[in-house]
């Protein structure tokens, strides 16, 4: 049974709503990612913020990119955060000091930053259609591998680059460790 | 609200907003990394609501997106394996800690 | 002579570089190139004053004008090198290069066991070549280089004997207050240009009248301050007596012949301009005749001979510029010439002296040295009477021309002060005499062997300096006002005399002339028999002889009245310590507060830019704390700044 475009009784469309709830979610679980002491959970409510952008996406006619959100950011980079966390864990509790101490300064500037953005933004008039578009895959592919090959390549060898500059960087020093094998 | 292209504007503006709040404030360095992906997909998040809004920029605007995340992956590895190795010279991943090109 | 008269001044200049660039090593001989050239210069000088003196050989009426070349050529400024030959010059001529080779020969003996000598003779030169450009000079910028030019070779000659920490104090002293003078000598020449637009001392005189009288007042007093300053008259007179410090020669040549003539040559030079300010003329008659009583009041309580001499100059400077005062133009010179004579006479006399007995200057150990230095003795002896003025010699004739001048000009206190001075010249000298050659012998005992008389390049000059000295008067002065003298420099003052209105009466021997030469015949008689009476005398041909009675001296000098008074002379009326408190103690107090104030704010100020950015700079050090998170702030910060100037530029 096909639902309506708004909630019954209530007026508010399903839409705004879907969105005024996946806002809510990804805004509360970045704020947690920037203000909770231990950084474990940090990490966690960061791949709920990548989740609910996954939402955003789909909403915005782009399954496409929300499924590369989901594949690359939740299931690569939250996991190589969280290895990251592991290995770089002290041996004592989480410090008590969460902020440094330009933690003022900074969240003025970010107040500044937000403000300043969100100034712009309302003040100009954009070129939109007033309605989401859906974006057909097929065309991405067909934009991105004529106009835009060289960027693709460019970002293959780039992450190539990365794979490799990683690995070395994050290596052990030979002998250094006892037990070890180069 | 959800048809308005300036509500997903105001949403990425803000994402970035926290996201800056917590480079500058935060003192794990794995910390200001996550930050920092933070502002990235708030860019992703604009570049995906104009694609969505705009008419001409439908496609270019997804496979701009694709190749912001293929490089943010990128980054993020090679940040955090440097972040690593300092580790591994300094013994925390608090950033207060590293001054030594301090005068 | 248009070759001869550039040779005058050429011939020691050339000596100078000579002995200058030879002269080391030249040793026991380096006196010759120096000698010959002011005997040369000597000879050239006689041919040009004959022929300036009787018209003759070329020299008209008028002057001899020789321009060798333009010097300065600027637009709006001209300068040229030129020189200038009249009746004036050629007196001057005869005293400086007379007196000038009387000296260099003199200094062969004087100097001969000095390792220095070349450069004695090499300055003696230099100042020859500097006092006969100023003499011949046509522009008044020459004229001021030939008297900065003196000033120099005054103060090398004065320190001479520089290892002596006196000696190079004294021409220090010399050149710093004479230095003093000479400004006021370079605004007057300023102030001539300024008014009068040329510098050629015959075309400044035949426009002088047009010039406004304050002006005439300036240009003449600030002239006047110049020759104060060279000729050593009050409030310069300092440098003078220090001067002694040089060797004697110097003394003979410059500071009694020559370079203190300058400022005498110089006003009268330039007596149109004077004539022009009858006011500035009574000033140069005060201190003229002031410095004249100061002086002589010194000379009575000095003990050093040369010192004596030296006030002696002093007191007859004073006399000379008391004459250019009242308007005696001739009988200025007439004692310039004479003066020079037996001063120059008098001083080598005195080097003598002290060459005899082995270096002491000290009147107080000599005494009794008649018999034993006889030449030395007899020429000393005329110069006193030549300078006491006792007729018929050339002093009197010289003194008594300025008194009568003074008395028929209306400057009667003038004349009586200048009625005084001579009494105590006569005294001063008669003393001098006294202490040094007659009575008993004080000197020490162990140089009282070697006392003998000097070589024969050191007497001749002497002797011959002796014979001006009795016979100038009588041949060129008499019969007085209408001698000789007279005749040749009338057409140079007798346009000045003309406008100042005064007439020169005719002498009249029997009339106030004769009983103003017979009053100060008298006086001057008085003072010498005072001085026979208190410090001895011993002339055998003339049947005198008298016991010094030094002890009486002391008895009269201890009354209170004269107490006081020989107090000040011996300290010289405090003016030494009046320049002393005013000008080190204070000046250094001055020059202290100045020196506090350049070393504590400006160099504070200069220094303090300094230490300001190297604390700017520490301060800012701490911007690099080498954290991220900082710099990461700043880049936030840059980012909302320029994104507030974006704004801010596109609303408008």
């Not at chain 1, 939250?78 to 008590?96: G, R």
């Not at chain 1, 070395?168 to 070890?180: F, P």
């Not at chain 2, 907003?17 to 910390?31: C, D, P, T, W, Y």
């Not at chain 3, 100061?294 to 030296?310: C, P, Y």
Request: aromatic residues 10%; charged residues 10%.
């Amino acid at each position: 049974m096909p639902i309506g475009d708004s909630i019954p009784f209530v007026g508010i469309r399903w839409d705004d709503l879907l969105f005024v709830m996946l806002a809510a979610t990804l805004l509360v679980s970045a704020l947690l990612v920037v203000t909770l002491r231990d950084i474990i959970r940090c990490g966690l409510s960061l791949t709920v913020s990548f989740a609910s952008l996954a939402g955003i996406y789909v909403m915005l006619g782009n399954p496409l990119i929300a499924a590369t959100q989901v594949l690359v950011y939740i299931g690569a980079i939250s996991v190589l955060i969280l290895f990251a966390i592991m290995l770089t864990q002290t041996k004592n509790a989480p410090s008590k000091l969460v902020f440094q101490t330009q933690v003022l300064v900074a969240a003025v500037a970010a107040v500044f930053i937000g403000g300043v953005i969100i100034a712009t933004i309302l003040t100009t008039t954009w070129p939109s259609g007033g309605q989401r578009l859906w974006t057909a895959t097929a065309d991405v592919a067909h934009l991105l591998f004529h106009d835009y090959v060289l960027p693709f390549e460019a970002v293959s060898v780039l992450l190539t680059a990365a794979v490799v500059g990683g690995v070395y960087l994050a290596r052990r020093e030979i002998g250094k460790n006892e037990g070890d094998k180069p | 609200m959800s048809n308005s292209l300036d509500s997903y504007l105001v949403l990425s503006a803000l994402l970035f907003a926290v996201g800056s709040f917590g480079f500058l404030a935060r003192r794990n360095a794995i910390s200001m990394l996550m930050s920092i992906e933070l502002m990235i997909n708030a860019v992703n998040l604009t570049i995906v609501a104009f694609g969505a809004f705009v008419e001409p920029l439908k496609t270019h605007a997804a496979v701009i997106a694709l190749i912001v995340i293929a490089v943010a992956a990128a980054e993020a590895t090679v940040g955090l394996a440097i972040i690593i190795a300092i580790y591994r010279n300094k013994k925390t991943p608090l950033v207060d800690e590293y001054d030594a090109m301090s005068q | 002579m248009n070759f001869l008269i550039p040779l005058i001044p050429l011939l020691p200049l050339a000596g100078f570089a000579l002995t200058g660039l030879l002269g080391r090593g030249m040793g026991r001989e380096s006196h010759r190139i120096a000698v010959w050239a002011v005997v040369a210069s000597w000879i050239v000088a006689m041919i040009v004053v004959v022929g300036a003196l009787t018209h003759s050989l070329g020299f008209g009426p008028g002057g001899f004008g020789v321009t060798l070349w333009n010097w300065i050529p600027a637009t709006g400024f001209d300068a040229e090198m030129g020189f200038y030959v009249d009746a004036l010059t050629a007196c001057l001529l005869i005293v400086v290069t007379t007196i000038g080779m009387l000296v260099h020969i003199y200094s062969i003996g004087y100097m001969a066991h000095d390792d220095g000598k070349w450069r004695f003779f090499a300055y003696l030169n230099l100042f020859m070549f500097s006092m006969l450009v100023l003499v011949l000079a046509d522009n008044l910028l020459l004229v001021f280089a030939g008297w900065e030019l003196v000033g120099l070779s005054s103060y090398l000659l004065i320190g001479f004997w520089f290892p002596r920490r006196s000696a190079a104090e004294a021409a220090k002293k010399a050149f710093l207050v004479n230095r003093v003078g000479d400004m006021g000598f370079a605004l007057g020449i300023m102030a001539v240009w300024t008014q009068l637009g040329t510098l050629n001392l015959q075309q400044v005189f035949a426009k002088i009248a047009t010039v406004p009288h304050e002006w005439q007042i300036a240009i003449a007093l600030l002239i006047f301050c110049g020759a104060v300053g060279k000729s050593a008259q009050f409030p310069l007179h300092v440098w003078l007596p220090d001067a002694m410090e040089g060797p004697t020669p110097v003394s003979a040549l410059i500071h009694a012949a020559t370079m203190v003539n300058a400022g005498v040559y110089l006003v009268a030079r330039c007596n149109p301009i004077f004539g022009t300010a009858p006011e500035v003329m009574a000033i140069v008659a005060a201190i003229g005749i002031f410095t004249a009583i100061l002086a002589a009041s010194i000379a009575f309580t000095q003990t050093d001979i040369k010192r004596v001499l030296a006030y002696s100059t002093l007191s007859q400077l004073g006399y000379m510029f008391a004459a250019l005062g009242v308007g005696a133009w001739t009988a200025a010179i007439f004692h310039l010439m004479s003066h020079g004579f037996f001063k120059g006479l008098l001083f080598l006399g005195s080097g003598s002296v002290i060459h005899s007995v082995d270096g002491e200057q000290d009147m107080r150990k000599m005494g009794g040295l008649a018999k034993k230095i006889p030449i030395t003795y007899a020429t000393m002896l005329i110069g006193s009477v030549a300078i006491a003025g006792v007729p018929p010699l050339a002093g009197f004739f010289s003194k008594d021309e300025i008194l009568g001048g003074a008395f028929k000009n209306g400057f009667l206190w003038v004349w009586g002060i200048g009625f005084v001075v001579a009494g105590m010249t006569a005294f001063y000298m008669f003393r001098l005499m006294g202490m040094t050659f007659w009575g008993e012998s004080r000197v020490d005992p162990e140089k009282e062997h070697h006392i003998h008389e000097s070589p024969r390049t050191m007497t001749r000059p002497l002797v011959l300096l002796a014979i001006p000295a009795v016979f100038l008067g009588m041949v060129i002065g008499f019969p007085p006002e209408s001698g000789l003298l007279h005749q040749w420099l009338a057409p140079i003052f007798e346009h000045t005399i003309a406008a100042s209105g005064r007439t020169e009466a005719a002498y009249t021997f029997f009339g106030i002339d004769g009983a103003l030469a017979v009053v100060t015949t008298a006086l001057v008689a008085g003072a010498i028999v005072v001085a026979w009476r208190l410090f001895g005398v011993n002339i055998p041909a003339l049947g005198l002889n008298a016991e010094p009675r030094l002890d009486r001296v002391r008895e009269i000098s201890k009354q209170p009245a004269m107490a006081a008074l020989y107090r000040g002379s011996s300290h010289k009326w405090w003016f030494d310590d009046l320049n002393n408190l005013l000008f080190v103690v204070w000046g250094g107090k001055l020059a202290a507060a100045v020196f506090w104030f350049d070393r504590t704010i400006i160099d504070g100020t200069v220094n303090g830019i300094g230490t300001v950015t190297t604390g700017a700079g520490t301060a800012l050090r701490r911007v690099q704390t080498g954290r991220v998170q900082n710099y990461a702030l700043g880049i936030a910060f840059g980012l909302i700044a320029m994104a507030v100037g974006y704004i801010l530029i596109a609303v408008r």
